[in-house]
């Protein structure tokens, strides 16, 4: 049971917009702690998508940002493209663990 | 550029030790907490320990505390994970993390090497 909550699969068509939701509660998104989201493509190490929120390092396209509001924080890729098909994970900091927490992985379907 | 290349991993007993390593390039390590991060085949991904630029500070997961160390050589730029007492759940790839602070983001992340604990 991961700390922080993703549904476990998303699935859209090519051009179609979809988000993935990260779930978490007061000691962690809730109490101010940034959230960040990676994107893991089959066999391939985990790479950094989103930073602090919604910040999107040099080289990740526009198609991809990130919100934050209150105990949650969202994911939304547009125009869906077949190359984005990979498992997205969200990634935290919880004051009651004293530790990272990551969400337990969603697997994105390019029907 | 920035790279992170682990190496050292294996198949182990359980009850067994390993050392991964880390090697650092492209960038000044003394500067950056490194982590450690594990995913278990076809689960997701769990933090594991981190350890200060200075190596002043280091923090472990619970699930780990007590079996594994972690470590760093600056001089040499690499990291290192001693891990003892091996059982079948620490069966994993396990990643080395570039990172900030203690609750910054991973950027980038090492190719992973993989320790399998089995009998």
């Known amino acids: 049971q991961s700390v922080l909550t993703q549904p476990p699969s998303v699935s859209g068509a090519p051009g179609q917009r979809v988000t993935i939701s990260c779930t978490g509660s007061?000691?962690?998104?809730?109490?101010?702690?940034?959230v960040h989201w990676y994107q893991q493509l089959p066999g391939i190490a985990p790479k950094l998508l989103i930073y602090?929120?919604?910040d999107r390092p040099s080289g990740v396209p526009a198609r991809f940002s990130g919100s934050k509001s209150g105990t949650s924080a969202s994911l939304a890729i547009t125009g869906l493209q077949a190359e984005d098909e990979a498992d997205f994970y969200c990634?935290?900091?919880?004051?009651?663990?004293?530790?990272?927490?990551f969400g337990g992985g969603t697997k994105l379907t390019v029907l | 550029q920035v790279q992170l290349v682990e190496s050292g991993g294996g198949l182990v007993k359980p009850g067994g030790s390993l050392r991964l390593s880390c090697a650092a390039s492209?960038?000044?390590?003394?500067?950056?907490?490194i982590n450690w991060i594990r995913q278990a085949p076809g689960k997701g991904l769990e933090w594991v320990s981190y350890?200060?630029?200075?190596?002043?500070?280091?923090h472990y997961a619970d699930s780990v505390k007590g079996r594994f160390t972690v470590s760093r050589d600056n001089a040499k730029n690499s990291l290192f994970l001693q891990m003892i007492s091996l059982r079948a759940e620490d069966t994993a790839v396990y990643f080395c993390?570039?990172?900030?602070?203690?609750?910054?983001?991973?950027?980038?992340w090492g190719q992973g090497t993989l320790v399998t604990v089995s009998s």
């Open positions: 993390a570039r990172g900030m602070s203690a609750n910054d983001w991973f950027d980038p």
């Open positions: 492209g960038f000044t390590f003394s500067d950056y907490y």
């Open positions: 350890i200060s630029g200075s190596g002043g500070a280091v």
């Open positions: 007061s000691s962690n998104i809730g109490a101010g702690y940034e």
């Open positions: 602090a929120n919604s």
């Open positions: 990634q935290s900091y919880d004051r009651g663990l004293g530790a990272v927490v």
